[in-house]
């Protein structure tokens, strides 16, 4: 029972570079996320995405892009890191429909120098 | 419009006692609600959650929430602390039959000897 991987896990880079997390479900979930989480500001959703090529912003999407080529992959770009954007990156799933759980990975932690 | 507000950021029992963590919600259609628990440096795991069965829904490690639709609150309770729930703890709500999940700020919870 893999279910959602982030990848990579610790992550330090310099102002200016790009960044990709990588994240990965094997269930087949439909819907999938990436939230940011800072001290004071909880979690804040970046982008979703409902199916393979549907993707939207969520209330954070600056300086952010994502792709979802194949439902069970979500990868997040940085297109040039600021230190703004030191955080812990959390991917996560849910299945469509009424009452779903989203599930979530075990986080990326991004420090940019 | 959705939103969820927990009404404690910090609170402190000691081992043996009873735990209260406050969660408020609104939402404009009849919503799923969760509790989520993290852990120091990991991701977000799924404590318990209600789908509009039974209002007291019970959940991982002996914690219980009840939905009262009339107060629109799911406060999350356990009659005995242990030094292992100390945690930070976030309520969710899901509006009905949508993916979209509203996250509390978050109560962090300690656990006293």
């Known amino acids: 029972d893999a279910g959602i991987t982030q990848s990579p896990r610790y992550k330090i880079t310099e102002t200016g570079r790009q960044v990709t997390l990588m994240c990965h479900q094997t269930?087949?979930?439909?819907?999938m996320f990436w939230y940011r989480q800072d001290l004071g500001h909880g979690l804040r959703l970046i982008y979703y995405?409902?199916?393979?090529?549907?993707?939207d912003k969520g209330e954070v999407p600056d300086g952010y892009v994502v792709s979802r080529s194949k439902t069970e992959n979500f990868p997040l770009t940085l297109e040039s890191a600021t230190r703004s954007q030191t955080s812990v990156y959390f991917c996560?799933?849910?299945?469509?429909?009424?009452?779903?759980?989203?599930?979530f990975g075990e986080g990326s932690w991004l420090t940019v120098v | 419009a959705q939103s969820v507000t927990q009404l404690d950021s910090h609170v402190s029992v000691s081992e043996g006692t009873p735990v209260l963590l406050r969660c408020n919600y609104s939402?404009?259609?009849?919503?799923?609600l969760f509790w989520y628990v993290q852990h120091p440096n990991k991701g977000l795991q799924l404590l318990l959650k209600?789908?509009?069965?039974?209002?007291l829904v019970k959940g991982i490690n002996g914690f219980e929430a009840e939905f009262k639709k009339s107060e629109t609150s799911f406060h999350l309770t356990k009659p005995s602390a242990h030094m292992s729930d100390a945690a930070e703890y976030f309520c969710?709500?899901?509006?009905?039959?949508?993916?979209?999940?509203?996250f509390g700020s978050g109560t962090k919870l300690n656990v006293k000897p």
């Open positions: 996560a799933s849910s299945a469509s429909g009424e009452g779903n759980t989203i599930y």
């Open positions: 269930w087949s979930h439909s819907y």
């Open positions: 995405s409902a199916a393979a090529d549907i993707t």
């Open positions: 939402s404009s259609y009849s919503p799923s």
């Open positions: 209600y789908t509009s069965a039974a209002t």
């Open positions: 969710v709500v899901s509006p009905y039959n949508f993916n979209k999940f509203y």
